[in-house]
Antibody
Framework: EVQLLESGGNLVQPGGSLRLSCAAS????????MSWVRQAPGKGLEWVSG????????VYADSVKGRFTISRDNFKKMVYLQMNSLRGEDTAVYYC????????????WGQGTLVTVSS | EIVMTQSPATLSVSPGERATLSCRAS??????LAWYQQKPGQAPRLLIY???TRATGIPARFSGSGSGTEFTLTISSLQSEDFAVYYC?????????FGPGTKVDI
């Protein structure tokens, strides 16, 4: 059974930093790309960032480019999202999602972790 | 980026009725379209990918159709557990983008 468990969400001041983690199990982790998708309170879904199975290729939404960094540790089966220079508009539930086998849809999602950016 | 729109914003139906949800892309996405279901307080769940392929474990009452810019998700006979928000997502071009969602309520 595929399981994704996020952690690290918290209340942080504008301009601050936070690191999210996602622990994966139940599949051949290094064979799949992974992504972070966020959802602001009461709003829709927004893709944030993705990383290839081997970790050598990363992509970002324009809204976070230069501020967020995605990484992974295939030995530990973990994905991370380092978030710097946080803004109020980054407030959201952040979901870790497994990318489908050949295309960039998301076939499994974690339960999400809440990031609140406020003074 | 490709803009996804969904209609209607809210769909009110009764259990046992058929529901038809629409999704439109601002440019062709071929068949690179997925549908997700999200219930309150829960993560999204993949229903359909490739515009018409049901994900593992998804009941046959859910079906997807369309290609290019126009797509449809049909729920043939609504069950109580189907009342939720439904999102479409294109993955044809970067960045991948989601529609704003259709809420299906009673």
């Amino acid at each position: 059974e595929v399981q994704l468990l996020e952690s690290g969400g918290n209340l942080v001041q504008p301009g601050g930093s936070l690191r999210l983690s996602c622990a994966a199990s139940g599949f051949t982790f290094g064979s799949y790309a992974m992504s972070w998708v966020r959802q602001a309170p009461g709003k829709g879904l927004e893709w944030v960032s993705g990383i290839s199975g081997g970790g050598g290729s990363t992509v970002y939404a324009d809204s976070v480019k230069g501020r967020f960094t995605i990484s992974r540790d295939n030995f530990k089966k973990m994905v991370y999202l380092q978030m710097n220079s946080l803004r109020g508009e980054d407030t959201a539930v952040y979901y870790c999602a497994k990318v489908g086998s050949a295309q960039y849809y998301f076939d499994f999602w974690g339960q999400g972790t809440l990031v609140t950016v406020s003074s | 980026e490709i803009v996804m729109t969904q209609s209607p914003a809210t769909l009110s139906v009764s259990p046992g009725e058929r529901a038809t949800l629409s999704c439109r892309a601002s440019q062709s996405v071929s068949s690179n379209l997925a549908w997700y279901q999200q219930k309150p307080g829960q993560a999204p769940r993949l229903l359909i990918y490739g515009a018409s392929t049901r994900a593992t474990g998804i009941p046959a009452r859910f079906s997807g159709s369309g290609s290019g810019t126009e797509f449809t998700l049909t729920i043939s006979s609504l069950q109580s557990e189907d009342f939720a928000v439904y999102y479409c997502q294109q993955y044809d071009k970067w960045p991948v983008t989601f529609g704003p969602g259709t809420k299906v309520d009673i």
